[in-house]
């Protein structure tokens, strides 16, 4: 709230803000602007800012700030313009998740997890009963210490090794996990871009259109989700 509060100050005042006015405000805030991306919002006269921290909605001319879900409400059901970003998102790191696959795959989810967590154990103790629904479901490291704890090294390994899969399982049955001899920057990245979507706890789940979930929810729960938006 205090960064929030700060940054209605910092943001420039003038009468069409620039995207460098705007990269200049963040850096006051702190912010890496060469990690910053900023967009057209599909909301007439807003800015999407893309940081580390999630996205920010800027006004045209500079001078109103706010970070949240902004809904389109033409639809049946409300929309969350930021979905598509989370899928924009989602397709960066894709290619390095962890994949339990549905015999008979009707969704494909994305989950943030950390094998510390009790909800990612209670989720991933019951993954077949996801893949039996035909949830398929793709796992990305979100290590919530950061990834230089413990956690974060450990999920490094598990990344890093020839069998990601089998070293992840082990992670959740709580068996030691070995060291890898080299390490892959895919944690990181995957890090990265939860923290950039607003995740800050697991498990964090990412829908097909885009919704971000936050928490556990039953696989029963999640087909019914799913099946009533009918994606």
């Known amino acids: 709230m205090k960064k929030l ?3 209605l100050a910092l943001i420039s ?9 705007i990269l200049k405000s963040f850096e006051k805030l702190g912010y890496n602007s060469n ?13 999407a800012v893309t940081t580390d921290d999630g996205i920010f909605y800027v006004t045209a001319d500079g001078k109103y700030l706010t970070q949240g879900p902004f809904y389109n ?16 998102a989602i397709k960066k790191i894709e290619k390095d998740a962890i994949v339990y696959q549905a015999k008979n795959e009707k969704y494909v989810i994305w989950v943030f997890t950390d094998y510390t967590c009790h909800y990612c154990k209670l989720l991933h103790e019951n993954i077949d ?40 399982d082990d992670a959740y049955k709580g068996k030691k996990i070995s060291p890898a001899t080299s390490m ?12 950039s979507l607003g995740i800050s706890g697991t ?29």
Not at 35 to 47: A, F, H, M, V
Not at 185 to 194: E, H, K, L
Not at 208 to 229: F, H, M, N, T, W
């Open 5 to 7: 509060v700060l940054a």
């Open 13 to 21: 005042t003038s009468a069409l803000a620039s995207n460098s006015d």
């Open 35 to 47: 990690t910053i991306k900023i967009n057209n919002s599909p909301i007439k006269g807003l800015k």
């Open 73 to 88: 409400v033409e639809g049946d059901e409300p929309e969350n313009i930021a979905n598509k970003d989370n899928l924009n």
């Open 129 to 168: 009963q996801y893949l039996d629904a035909g949830i398929s479901v793709h796992y990305f490291a979100f290590p919530r210490s950061g990834v230089n704890s413990e956690a974060g090294k450990n999920m490094q390994s598990i990344w890093s090794v020839a069998d990601r899969k089998a070293a992840f």
């Open 184 to 195: 892959v920057p895919y944690v990181t990245q995957q890090f990265d871009v939860g923290r």
């Open 203 to 231: 498990p964090a789940i990412v829908l097909p259109d885009g919704q971000l979930v936050s928490g556990y929810v039953p696989a029963d729960k999640l087909i019914e989700i799913l099946d009533k938006k009918n994606l």
